[in-house]
């Protein structure tokens, strides 16, 4: 145990230090945690405006339910949150990396005694889910809490049934940690018995879920008021199904029942339910290796790509193991574009191959944007349709351009090795993969601007607008969102994905706010609007034309393993 | 010494080692030869206790692996093709847990510069694995095989990836070890490598041993008297290389 301790606590430390080691990951750590507290935190911890509100309604007026609403609530809740639980069965719960395959598996250290260790881990993990909750959720929920035990005959009731729901909840979980260990571990060996077992098993909780559901709809049919509600929660059918969620519900309600046996019998059971799958675990660990070896080592290639963020690498991945197949011919492999042009098919092929669904939704999603004025206009004749027009458009184009350009640039700079040999400049290499990035962008921009013409004629001036200006618009975002990429080019390290959004958002302003002021303004001053867009547009070009040039100085001299 | 009898491993209905078995004594070093997908390193893979047998015997130092791990486990030193670090951990304290893991800080404390320094990591001793290239991630996971003065060595491919130097180096190591009576398998492409550096080979294809003995043993089982290893192994395989079994773990 000691070694793997010694792992455990070595990494967690380096890795908070490496987090605190340089400005840019900590700049990214401060803006996160920032965002988080301000959205998460501080509200819990401001003063309750409780006592502000009226009496009517102030917590401390509630009545205390009759028991049955109480027992049918609790089970409710647990059932619930056993329900998420069992669907986690089938799941691998190895959870081994690589690194764990190559050095920890061929040391002597027992199999049982790594399988112990990551289980009093994943136990760890599901107390320290009550214990966030109550840091981040006592004030306001102890109010609410205590106000339900105002009325009782004992006013320690609401301390004592606080434990009990807490300890339940402990219990139910470590249940569940312990059966999805020894189901798992039973399910996914390498041998053909274990195949037939998940299959099985597979067909088991199918069967249960949809008797389950059957079971509900029917009863509910007859279900006419709140107490047909809490009939129907006090089946025996649902009781049985949900049965960590019953034993939980009995050890949570002992104290206000009085009925102690029932809740030590409750408590008991999950104690059993524990030891019995810590023991059927056990009795596979020396199948766990083998397990990771095979199975989570084969899928670590696609978790390690998802979680640097490298897209492609991950499709890859999924395209090795079988789950993608390859697409049929279709007019892109015919289209003929020599030279740099070939960077832009390229492009084109990775796009409509590797995220074909996204640009549709994408795609689809732009133009009902950008038609929303066009479709309101007839109705409404409004003076600010123009303006929203406009506000669509680039909105539309903001969002698929930086869609697409985020995660390709990564891919440029993930694949330049393979580019860097090309024979064309490093100016003509960035200057075809800025336009290949934004030429979904400017399509969307296109075809939607020619519809909402077309709907709405009135809009004929501002869809010459925007036929001027989306083009230069979504020229300048991509090439802006390939300058920050490569300036900021730690795109393996997770810390630095959140520096270089920050970063982003610092260069499309810079970037975008003159091109974007001088369209607006000459706008605003009365000028013709296409008058607008040609000076607008011609900022965004010179724009693009100088974060081209930088990033392609960049470019020529970036070396990847550095 | 290393025994394995009858090794059998398979994936559902895949058969990646098919009956394998070998013998390699003390001061011995065997080359483990096949081409791409022939089964070698689930073969190695099962050795060092990574993947469970289907069927079959493996003994390390008398100790069966299954029925007495930790024993067995205890003498042996396994390097993958690509070793996965931990990235998180520091040189010096890589080498400190593969010590610990094997109950031998003891070795760690007086051996562990000489290694780093052996192998020019004592610089990059406090940096992080995550830092490291690629031939020096190879390099310490050599290091971590010799921490714990393991006597059967396991190395897939160990000299892909390394410098020239690193190369000389890491033959005069497997050499050492020999002379000091380690039993060593090492699986590789490199097939005058192997000529040059293994007592004896074991040829493998889907999964099965097509032949073992020492180049004058191949040469004559083959028919191919005063030839190359390489020329022996080409002959010896080109039945099995037109439906080669492809696997990966």
């Avoid at chain 1, 999805?180 to 060996?189: E, G, M, V």
Wanted: aromatic residues 10%; hydrophobic residues 50%; contains cysteine.
């Amino acid at each position: 145990m000691k070694p793997l301790l010694y792992l455990t606590y070595r990494t967690l430390v380096n890795g908070i230090v490496r987090a605190l080691s340089s400005p840019r990951r900590l700049i990214g750590l401060l803006f996160f945690t920032g965002y988080y507290f301000l959205i998460f935190i501080r509200p819990a911890m401001m003063p309750s405006r409780g006592m502000g509100m009226p009496p009517s309604v102030r917590p401390g007026q509630l009545e205390f339910p009759p028991m049955q609403v109480i027992d049918a609530f609790a089970f409710g809740i647990l059932a619930v949150l056993s329900l998420f639980m069992m669907l986690g069965v089938m799941a691998q719960q190895t959870g081994f990396k690589p690194a764990d395959v190559d050095v920890l598996f061929p040391t002597p250290i027992k199999p049982r005694i790594v399988l112990v260790f990551r289980m009093l881990r994943d136990y760890l993990f599901t107390l320290l889910l009550p214990f966030v909750i109550i840091l981040f959720g006592l004030r306001p929920a102890k109010m609410g809490w205590e106000s339900i035990f105002r009325n009782m005959p004992n006013s320690d009731f609401s301390g004592q049934t606080f434990r009990a729901l807490t300890l339940s909840w402990i219990l139910m979980a470590m249940t569940w940690v312990s059966i999805t260990y020894a189901i798992s571990l039973f399910i996914n060996r390498s041998d053909r018995q274990s195949t037939r077992n998940k299959r099985v098993l597979g067909w088991s909780i199918a069967l249960m879920v949809i008797s389950t559901a059957s079971f509900v709809l029917w009863k509910s049919q007859s279900v006419q008021d709140m107490s047909g509600v809490l009939e129907l929660l006090r089946e025996p059918f649902l009781r049985t199904v949900f049965f960590t969620a019953t034993f939980a519900t009995e050890l949570t309600l002992a104290p206000l029942t009085g009925n102690i046996w029932s809740g030590v019998l409750g408590g008991g059971a999950m104690i059993f339910l524990i030891g019995l799958g810590v023991w059927v675990a056990m009795t596979q660990a020396d199948w766990m290796y083998d397990q990771a070896a095979v199975r989570g080592f084969d899928s670590a290639g696609v978790r390690q790509a998802q979680r640097r963020g490298d897209t492609m690498g991950a499709m890859a991945e999924m395209a090795r193991m079988g789950k993608i197949k390859s697409g049929r011919e279709t007019f892109i492999h015919r289209l003929k574009m020599p030279g740099p042009w070939a960077l832009v098919w390229k492009e084109f092929f990775l796009q409509t191959r590797g995220m074909m669904a996204v640009l549709v939704m994408l795609g689809l999603l732009g133009i009902a944007f950008c038609l929303m004025p066009a479709v309101i206009t007839p109705r409404r004749n409004e003076m600010g349709v123009p303006y929203f027009f406009v506000l669509m458009q680039s909105m539309s184009l903001f969002m698929i351009t930086l869609a697409i350009a985020q995660t390709g640039f990564i891919e440029v700079l993930r694949r330049v090795d393979l580019q860097k040999p090309l024979p064309f400049s490093p100016m003509k290499v960035v200057a075809a993969e800025v336009f290949a990035k934004a030429a979904l962008g400017i399509g969307v921009a296109v075809i939607s601007s020619l519809i909402s013409g077309f709907v709405n004629p009135s809009l004929w001036p501002y869809v010459v607008a925007t036929l001027i200006y989306s083009p230069a618009l979504a020229l300048m975002l991509s090439a802006t969102v390939f300058l920050v990429t490569i300036m900021f080019p730690d795109f393996d390290d997770p810390t630095q994905r959140q520096f270089r959004g920050i970063m982003m958002l610092l260069g499309l302003a810079i970037l975008g706010l003159p091109a974007t002021g001088a369209f607006l303004g000459l706008w605003a001053l009365g000028l013709p609007v296409w008058i607008a867009a040609v000076v607008g547009g011609a900022i965004c070009l010179a724009m693009t034309a100088l974060a081209t040039f930088i990033s392609a100085k960049f470019y020529e001299g970036f070396n990847p393993s550095e | 010494m290393l025994e394995v009898s009858n090794l059998v491993k398979e994936y559902k209905s895949l058969r990646a080692v098919d009956g394998l078995s070998y013998t390699i004594q003390p001061g011995e070093i065997v080359g483990l030869l096949g081409p791409n997908g022939a089964g070698k390193t689930p073969a190695l893979r099962c050795v060092a206790g990574i993947l469970r047998p289907t069927f079959g015997e493996i003994k390390i130092n008398g100790f069966d692996l299954v029925a007495d791990q930790s024993r067995a486990k205890a003498g042996l030193a396994f390097v993958p093709e690509v070793p996965s670090l931990y990235e998180l951990l520091t040189v010096n304290e890589h080498l400190r847990f593969v010590a610990m893991a094997f109950n031998r800080l003891d070795l760690f404390e007086k051996l562990g510069d000489d290694l780093l320094k052996r192998y020019n990591l004592f610089e990059k001793k406090k940096a992080l694995v995550a830092t490291l290239s690629k031939g020096m991630k190879q390099k310490l996971a050599l290091a971590c095989a010799l921490i714990h003065e393991a006597n059967v060595f396991l190395l897939d491919e160990p000299v892909i990836g390394i410098d020239p130097a690193g190369v000389a180096q890491m033959k005069a190591e497997l050499q050492r070890a020999r002379s000091e009576g380690c039993a060593i398998l090492v699986s590789t492409h490199l097939l005058d490598t192997a000529e040059r550096l293994c007592d004896r080979v074991i040829i493998v294809a889907r999964g099965r041993k097509l032949a073992e003995g020492t180049l004058a043993e191949l040469q004559a089982m083959s028919g191919m008297e005063g030839n190359t290893l390489e020329q022996v192994f080409l002959k010896l395989t080109e039945e099995t290389n037109e439906a080669p079994v492809v696997f990966d773990v």
